[in-house]
């Protein structure tokens, strides 16, 4: 069974920083690509950022690029979102994914990701 707990999120004031985390057990972490998305109260999900299965290339949305960074650790089988000048429009719950297709680049739509982890919310403050 395939299982992705995120966790690290909080309520934090505008400007500040928090480290979001997603450890993937059940299935090879490590050959698939990993996302990051987000849900605000009545608002679609949406694409925050991505990872390649090796690591090397990152793909991010507009309204993150230049604040969020998304990184993996293969020996951990976890996944990471730093995010750095949060602000009040950032607040979502926000949900990592694994990619249903393995040794594939990063993925920018939520039909690419087969396995989603429940949630954890990310409220920005003013």
């Known amino acids: 069974q395939v299982q992705l707990v995120e966790s690290g999120g909080g309520l934090v004031q505008a400007g500040d920083s928090l480290r979001l985390s997603c450890v993937v057990s059940?299935?090879?972490?490590?050959?698939?690509?990993m996302g990051w998305f987000r849900q605000a109260p009545g608002k679609e999900r949406e694409f925050v950022a991505s990872i390649s299965w090796s690591g090397d290339i990152t793909y991010y949305a507009d309204s993150v690029k230049g604040r969020f960074t998304i990184s993996r650790d293969n020996v951990k089988n976890t996944v990471y979102l730093q995010m750095n000048s949060l602000k009040p429009e950032d607040t979502a719950a926000y949900y990592c994914?694994?990619?249903?297709?393995?040794?594939?680049?990063?993925?920018?739509?939520?039909?690419?990701?087969?396995?989603w982890g429940q949630g954890t919310q990310v409220t920005v403050s003013t």
């Open positions: 994914a694994q990619g249903a297709f393995a040794f594939a680049g990063p993925r920018r739509r939520r039909d690419e990701y087969n396995y």
């Open positions: 059940g299935r090879s972490f490590s050959n698939y690509p």
